[in-house]
């Protein structure tokens, strides 16, 4: 939510379009150096006296700079990384990928150790490896992998790929713990031939870690620093269990056959459906819903990638008198993943299935086939639940028939699944006293132990009505919460109303469909064709901006703070958590002005006939599932939902204001957002509050001469990432070890032969060609904060967390004299709230300094446990969900953060009609548009045809990329040689002048001695009776061949001080 920020912390520049360019930066300091630095020494020793010339060389230097300005910024905005998996065999091989699903480890690399007889290694130490290989490449502008990979090898490119494992669900097996690991990676060359060049095709090379008790591993990709700048970039690469390798070594699902052949039959005007996992912790998803087919969507890469799927189940549809079954189909209704066991419904059956999880589970016990359970039981509907708790994860499935208000409530763990009929005792409809009822969802407190269920209840002589119902589990005891008002209350204008019972109610019919809770704010929802909200389970709000004409179908949250809502007319609002306004982000304006942008950058992830599949979150971002048709051709894709430029587009198209100034009004584009900058200040150092652990290895140096590795380096490298893991998991941190570090004991002998290992290295001595620095593999326990804050914090007793939150108010800045009325006028326009979901548990400080000369106002927010809810017990069990919710008052709707693009694209891109416009003259290139706007034919309400006019100024707009690279290169080439031309002016002037002089010197001498002869010889042989006259005459003579003489030589000497 950054808006004209100049500078950012750490002296990082920041565009004026939002996000931070190190690249820029980086760019103009590498040019400036290369253009500038040498030529400026070189000019300053040789003309020593024109130094004054050199403000104009820099200003000049400042125009030649641009178009390496506009390059970085189109260039950051096209490169992205590219990773896949592959096995031992497959490295160095283009084209390959594998499927993450081998967990034990490897003994060949051991083989390899053998021969690194002066290395730090154990000689007596067996090493094992992991299976896989991250494979690492990237691609920029649309060009050829290859050859950018090479480009960003030859610059000094090295990926940097940072490991996060997930926590196991079962505490009381895994030790809990926030571990990751980063590793640099090793260039590699292709094995394929090359013969037109040395190197060919090229890529990285990390080994892919497994940790016991972690199926889920997120890989975050960025640069060294070096190179072309391209954007960090997060995977999902998960184990797949349910995988076999058949006896031809091809791969086959085990809960089903794979469907190639995507038709469109399978998805086009098919209604979407939720995607219900657990969070955080599923590594495989599923998505059933297509119609009269018992196929189901799977991925293990967040649909990266996916797969089409026939299930293997037997279909044995039953009804009977106590199971009424309208029809019957072959469509997966309900689909729910969780750790290691899937669970589908097909009409009333419901199936599950449990992969071969060795990491797990320690064995290998995977279901093998689908199991049906229940089987007895008429299922109606299965209700997830997204949060695991207690060591275990939990599913509910709602009956109907002769089970008519009871619930099975399934606990999974290590794989193991069990189901309990709930109430114990009796049913529901029974517990609170009435005859018939239906339990139409329900949602699992874990925290309190607590199920509450949405009953609906059939009156005899009234239409029906519904109740929330709360079950404790631990009391058996059935309690009614909150009666649902029977029709939507009248709102008048307002955008939330408490429901108290005092308010009118329109005649629409409340008809409620659904619940959801979020644990880490203590929200509760109830949704239909309504939305109504309470964080106590008994005193709700409405919602009035969601219209009582449409339905709701699913939710979705991030559990960050936002939400989206999908309707049965697959309309998409959205809501952020903590307020009260709701946005409808498709179909509206904002999305149809979105659209045309990207049919005018041309995109294939857009086409005017699509359906949507789903609508998920990941890593708090919105994401669609479509499936598009474009020339009689489909294809399922994954794109993102721009929520904030749909809002921003939003605010542009809805609010407008027009100004008089002079004779005309003017439309200027407010911006109500009541700050210009945000940021996060004084945040700590992270680690101690989050608990995370990580350690970093850089692969072994090659000493060959290219640097490139070959597969025993890699092989050693696989070696000491595992041996680093297995150190990391045998130590348990003993109280009396000197140093708290699991690699101390690793190198402890070795660290006294540190000099003779790096002694052979240098001289290329070293065994295997392979040098092992000790110092590569360590553990880092000082991580710096990244001015943001982290995912989650942990708070002991008595504990507490600082942040400041800085805040530049919109507005002009501020007089001297004006600072005593500003102080207070500053602290009023912005305010800052902090919501606690729990706060008998937490409290929360704010404190305000408002820093008048900088137009800025500072908050300095403290979060601290208040010793008043837990009682003692094992680190990371049975845990407290809370959040905390620190928002700026009014800015909802209003403020948007910003990426590197900015909150507005860059749009005079290729094929805008704005691209590369080519300048005429010197002056930019500048447009004026006269824009008449008329009621004509669109406001009916009048006979007059009211018109405004208005000119719109265009200008500012950019060259192209690669016209600003020819525009860089001739003014580069011109500009060096004049400086060329200048040097060498200087260095051959002094000897042209010396030349010049010497020959004039020897030509005056030649003159000298020639009249001298021709005077001096006559006068000797003149007779004796004229010699007095002889001599007279010739004196005289001499004289004036002297006089004559004498006049050229001091002209000469005039001319040359002239």
Known sequence: MERGREKGEGGQKVSRFGGKVRTEQALTDKVRATFCAAPRCTLMALCGRNSRVLPALWALLAVLLVPWRLWAIEDIEECTWQVVLNKFETVGKNGMSDRFFSQEPLET?????????????????????????????????????????????????????????????????????????????????????????????????????????????????????????????????????FLQRQQDDTLQFTVGNEIFNLIPRYFVNVPSRPLWHTVDQAPVLILGGISDEKFILLTDTSFRDFFLVELNIDSCWVGSF???????????????????????????????????????????????????????????????????????????????????????????????????????????????????????????????????????????????????????????????????????????????????????????????????????????????????????????????????????????????????????????????????????????????MYINLQMMHQSSLYTSNETMVTLFYEDSKLYQLVYLMNNQKGRLVKRL????????????????????????????????????????????????????????????????????????????????????????????????????????????????????????????????????????????????????????????????????????????????????????????????????????????????????????????????????CFDQGISGHHLLKTSMLVKVVGTVGRCFQNTHQGPRMWLCLRNSPCHDTIPHTIFAPEFFFKVLVSNRGVDKSTYCDYQLTFLLHIHGLPLSAKRALLILMVSSSVFIGLVILYIVFCLLLPVVVKACNTLRWKINNIITSESYYTYTSPSRIFSGTSETKSKVSSSVSSKVVEEKEEAPVETSKKHSIT
């Not at 009156?459 to 709360?470: G, H, I, K, L, M």
């Not at 006294?752 to 092992?772: E, G, H, K, T, W």
């Not at 005593?820 to 800052?832: I, N």
Request: aromatic share 14%.
């Open 641 to 868: 939902m721009p929520v904030e430029e749909l809002l921003m587009y939003h605010q542009l198209s809805d609010h407008y204001l027009l100004h008089q100034r002079g004779n005309q009004l003017t439309l200027p584009f407010t911006n109500f957002c009541p700050f210009t900058v945000i940021r996060l200040r004084d945040l700590p150092n992270p680690q101690v509050y989050t608990r995370q652990e990580r350690y970093q290895a850089h692969p072994p140096r090659m000493l060959e001469p290219s640097g490139f590795h070959d597969e025993n380096s890699l092989a050693v490298y696989q070696g000491l990432i595992y041996h680093l893991l297995c150190l990391h998991s045998k130590y348990l941190k003993p109280y009396a070890d000197p140093v708290h570090d699991s690699t101390w004991r690793w190198w402890k002998n070795k660290k006294l032969n540190r000099d003779y290992y790096f002694y052979l290295a240098s001289n290329l001595q070293s065994a295997s060609n392979v040098y092992i620095d000790m110092t590569s593999y360590e553990k880092i326990y000082d991580l710096k904060a990244k001015h943001e804050l982290p995912e989650r914090i942990f708070l002991d007793k008595g504990t507490s967390y600082s942040f400041s939150v800085f805040l530049t108010v919109r507005g002009h800045s501020i007089n001297l004299q004006e600072r005593v009325l500003a102080a207070v006028d500053l602290g009023s326009k912005v305010d800052l709230g902090v919501v606690l979901a729990d706060p008998g548990c937490l409290e929360a400080v704010v404190k305000e300094e408002v820093l008048t000369n900088r137009n800025s106002v500072l908050f300095w927010v403290t979060l601290s446990d208040k010793r008043s």
């Open 322 to 592: 106590y199971c009424p079954q309208a029809s019957f189909t072959a469509t997966i209704y309900d689909a729910i993943a969780t750790e290691s066991t899937l669970f589908i419904r097909q009409n009333q059956l419901v199936y599950y299935f449990t992969g071969t999880y060795i990491t797990l589970h320690e064995s290998n016990h995977g279901s093998g086939s689908w199991v049906r359970v229940l089987a007895n039981e008429c299922i109606k509907r299965l209700c997830p639940v997204h949060f695991h708790s207690n060591g275990s994860e939990y599913i509910m499935a709602l009956t109907t028939g002769k089970r008519e208000g009871y619930v099975h409530f399934g606990t999974i763990t290590d794989g193991h699944v069990s189901f309990q009929l709930l109430p114990k005792q009796r049913s529901v409809c029974e517990g609170i006293e009435v005859v018939n009822c239906s339990i139409t969802w329900a949602v699992f407190i874990a925290d309190d132990y607590n199920l509450l269920m949405l009953v609906e209840i059939e009156a005899p002589t009234t239409r029906n009505y519904f109740q929330v119902v709360s079950y404790d589990l631990v009391r058996d005891n059935l309690v009614i919460l909150y009666t649902i008002p029977e029709f939507i209350p009248d709102a008048r204008g307002l955008e939330f109303l408490m429901i108290l019972g005092t308010e009118s109610y329109t005649n629409f019919p409340m008809v409620p469909k659904g619940m959801f809770y979020n644990p880490y704010k203590n929200l509760l929802l109830i949704w239909g064709n309504f939305l109504l909200q309470s964080y106590n389970y008994e005193n709700f709000i409405y919602l009035a901006d969601f219209p009582k004409e449409e339905s709701i179908k699913y939710l979705v949250n991030s559990f960050h703070g936002d939400m989206a809502i999908v309707t049965e007319t697959e309309e998409i609002w959205y809501l952020l958590e903590g307020s009260y306004r709701m946005y409808k982000l498709f179909p509206s304006k904002g999305w149809g």
């Open 109 to 241: 690399v051991d083989n390899v150790f053998r021969p690194l007889v002066d290395a730090p290694t154990d000689q007596d130490e067996k090493y094992l490896s992991f299976p896989y290989y991250l494979k690492i490449n990237y691609s920029c502008n649309g060009e050829s992998s290859e050859a950018q990979v090479r480009k960003g090898h030859l610059t000094g490119l090295k990926p940097v790929v940072l490991v996060t494992f997930q926590s196991p669900v079962n505490f009381h097996r895994w030790k809990i713990e926030q571990l990751q690991i980063q590793m640099e990676a090793a260039p590699f060359r292709s094995k394929e031939e090359c013969i037109a060049e040395e190197v060919c095709v090229m890529s990285w090379y990390t080994p892919m870690p497994i940790k016991n008790g972690s199926v889920v591993m997120r890989v975050d990709v960025s640069s060294n620093g070096l190179g072309p700048f391209i954007h960090d970039k997060r995977f999902q690469v998960n184990i797949n269990g």
